[in-house]
């Protein structure tokens, strides 16, 4: 297994580990960082040095609040059919735009399954890449967050300041 690191000079402190296939991102994780930085660590089972380079880019971009196109290969095969849509969606929306869970069901066309999309949301495997966090309770309060509500707000509030 290789292991690659990079930290960026961010004032979003987290650190994220992304576990790669040979072809694909597997899964994103994240949590809060001990320092004020943001720790991308990524695991390889093979030397992929230009998806690699593309992680690295997408997160340097992200950070300087640089839009950006979310080309990155992930490995949706072990979604369900309605979690894909989800994911699609999410994919395509705005950063610091935030919308509701039952927004995001019609967008996926599936309008009385917002439930699911928040189920769809919580199981995200590849968090801050494919947004969940910008999903809403539809009275406009927070919602809930597999990562916690304090790193959502947190995810939030550095996306209104930076794009």
């Not at 994240?30 to 093979?46: D, H, N, R, T, V």
């Not at 690699?52 to 369900?80: C, E, R, V």
């Not at 994911?87 to 735009?97: D, F, G, I, K």
């Not at 947004?131 to 304090?150: E, M, T």
């Amino acid at each position: 297994m290789i292991k690659t690191c990079k930290t960026f000079s961010s004032n979003l402190a987290l650190d994220a580990t992304i576990i790669l296939s040979e072809k694909h991102i597997e899964s994103i994780q994240l949590k809060a960082a001990s320092k004020a930085a943001f720790s991308c660590l990524i695991f390889s089972p093979i030397e992929n040095g230009y998806l690699i380079d593309s992680i690295f880019n997408w997160f340097a971009n992200y950070l300087l609040g640089k839009p950006q196109k979310n080309n990155l290969p992930i490995n949706l095969s072990l979604l369900s059919p309605f979690a894909k849509k989800v994911t699609e969606v999410l994919l395509q929306s705005s950063p610091a735009r935030k919308f509701s869970y039952k927004s995001l069901a019609e967008k996926a066309d599936s309008p009385n399954a917002y439930r699911a999309a928040g189920s769809a949301c919580h199981k995200n495997p590849f968090v801050l890449y494919v947004p969940c966090h910008r999903v809403i309770a539809k009275n406009g309060k927070i919602g809930g967050y597999a990562l916690g509500q304090s790193m959502k707000k947190k995810l939030l509030d550095f996306e209104l300041a930076v794009f």
